[in-house]
């Protein structure tokens, strides 16, 4: 069987006459750059995801980059992160000539771990840091929102800006100490991710800025046209971080059918679950299913499944195994940050953050999509059980 891990032909085929109208609408106009589609999509993401302000940007990776501009981050400030999470997260620190300071994650969720982190918290404001932590970015991977309660909590007692990762996790809900909250609607700033294969995803790059806070959000859109309120005048040293007028149009259409996307992502999810309890490779060890911390929480969306992600033994003879009978997978993510070549002069070695690194060797994402079958679902189990009792 050839199953696609992703099936972005057959998304767009459910919504092509809406797609292309959108589209010769744009090119009727002859209007690319910001205008009224982007910033109607920024008033219905903002609603969306249940902020004031939204400002619309080239990318996830610059959204999170505009963030920490706003927020003054730059040379001599260190960020606190997760060493488990796409380069962008990381690497928007570096390119500030900030210093990105990695804190390990919680082996069930695979999320920034608060324990760990109040851990280090507590020794830099010993003394036992040479830098100045400003901020911290929590990562709500693979579409389940980090524990937010106690990361808040950290950031409100060391004085510290909060800047969410929510590229993978738009629409997920939290169910914070002031009520159930959108990913990206707790910290100071959430970033959102609309690359392709997102949940949300448009035919190129793109980007969001969310926030509660007007004036970071005038920042926000002051950064992202090089520090230009008024044409050829600037007032900050910004950069090109705008979102395309063509994109915020095909957003617009999508956005419209998130939630019940979301759903069958959710149902997707459950099926696998189901289906892996009943094959009994779960409960004897070779396989571990994602865990939904939320779902008894009173939270609606508890987990977005952008990724569902087993943990397994013997992982990449299972992914050769999976290749050969055309399931495609992916692993998200193979070498933690801290062991990445352009993060050497952090000086880290193996063992640093033990829990990052084994789910670096263990992590398997396998297809999940709406358009996703039953019986392609049926047939991905099946292989998997075939290969451990084989």
Known sequence: MDIPLLDLKA?????????NQKILEVASSQKFILGSEVENLEKEIAAFSEVKFA??????????????????????DAVVTTPFTFFATAGAVARLKARPVFCDIDKTSCNISPEKLEELLEDQSKGHQDLQ?????????????????????????????VVEDAAQAIGAEYPSSSGIKKAGAIGNFGALSFFPSKNLGAFGDG??????????????KLLRVHGSRDKYFYEVLGGNFRLDTLQAAILRVKLKYLESWQQKRMEKASYYDNAFKESGIREEGPIQTPETLYKDKGVKSYHVFHQYVIRAEKRDRLKKFLQEKGVPTAIYYPLPLHLQKCFSYLGHKEEDFPVAEEAAREVLALPIYPELTSDQQDFIVSSIQSFYKG
């Open 207 to 220: 980007g969001m800025v969310l926030t509660n806070d007007e004036n970071l959000a005038k920042k926000t």
């Open 133 to 161: 932590i400003k901020a911290i970015i929590p990562v709500h991977l693979y579409g389940q929102c980090a524990d937010m309660n106690p990361i808040m909590n950290l950031a409100s007692k060391h004085d510290l800006f």
């Open 55 to 76: 400002t619309g940007v080239s990318s996830g990776s610059d959204a999170l980059l505009v963030s920490l501009m706003a927020l003054d981050v730059g040379e001599g």
């Open 11 to 19: 998304q767009y085929q459910s919504i092509r006459e809406e797609i």
